[in-house]
């Protein structure tokens, strides 16, 4: 009966100490939407698809295939549902202009919140409660945060990718071990859901952009290691939402005749003008020495450690980006 009591003690101040990140980040993100950052070109590039969406204009009004489409999709899918533009009323003033920025960066806000969130949970699963409060907090008010505010498909992608890495972490090892068990046959169940949906989640990351997929070796790791002994089953079954959802993109080019023009497209953004991974990591250790410096130990230790979790999440990515040489 004590234990219980303690135990019941333990998670109602667990519960209470969830909210210190949330409305950290609540603050940092929601706090003067439209006053900071200073709006961005590539802002109102990503609203004019969204809108074009939204207006039933097709989904591509600046025939260009730089991107893929689901970004636009849930923007204007948010917008749709709380009947934006008027809803603001909006007039042809510059006041009323920026105010139509307010709702869209409202979201921008509100996934940030989200991805505290998920970071928490992933973390508290991985590394228990403490490194997760940890982790949560140094999310919630990192200066490089404020990135995550402006309408870019970055701060739509992150969610998706968190959400996936949390799924697939939820997914039971012990799953048909013993064929008879009708509550293993139940956990088998819930883990073929878990699996598709952790696909479906990165999927849709990938199909909101494109360098995210360089993720596959980490959310692919974590669904193998947790998949018992139907490791190639889970695995292919997770891959097939993770390959197909993207691949709607081109389809769609292609069923309209633009497939020439995509694959075009597409090789342009890997041939664009040198900004390579150095000058941008020098820009982000002079804006943000302290969260650059803890990221890079933090990975040096993971290597001491063999932590492949902190590996798979970084390492291809730094590599991606310096392959690449482009890097905004």
Known sequence: ???????????????????????????????NITGFPSL????????????????????????????PYFGQILLAGFLGMI??????????????????????????????????????????????FK??????????????????????????????LLTSILLALYIKS?????????????????????????GAFL????????????MMPLVGYIVLSNSGNNKLKSFGLWLLPVILIPMMWPVHAYSIGDFNTWVEDVLHQTQRESKPLINSLATFFQNDP???SLGMVGILYAAIRKDIFILLFSVPFLLFLYWIDFVS
């Open 131 to 160: 490194v997760a409060l940890l982790a949560s907090v140094l999310f919630a008010v990192i200066p490089y945060g404020w990135l995550l505010r402006r309408i870019f498909l970055e701060s739509i992608q992150l969610p998706l």
């Open 174 to 198: 012990n799953i048909n071990e013993d064929q008879n068990n009708k509550l293993n046959n139940k956990l088998g169940i819930k883990n073929i859901s878990l699996i598709l949906l952790s």
């Open 290 to 292: 302290v969260t650059f």
């Open 203 to 214: 999927g849709l990351a990938i199909f909101t952009k494109i360098p995210i997929f360089v």
């Open 1 to 31: 009966m004590i234990q219980i009591i303690k135990s019941r003690g333990f998670m109602d101040k667990k519960i209470l100490l969830i909210f210190i990140p949330l409305v950290l980040s609540s603050f940092t993100s929601l706090w």
């Open 40 to 67: 961005h070109v590539d802002e109102g590039h990503y609203m004019r698809k969204a809108m074009s969406t939204l207006e039933g204009e097709g989904l591509q009004p600046q025939d260009r295939y730089f991107a």
């Open 83 to 128: 009947g934006y533009p008027d809803i603001l009323h909006p007039s042809p003033d510059v006041e009323s202009v920026e105010s139509l920025y307010l709702i869209p960066r409202l979201i921008m806000g509100l996934f940030v919140i989200l991805d505290t969130f998920l970071i928490y949970k992933i973390t508290e699963k991985r590394y228990g």
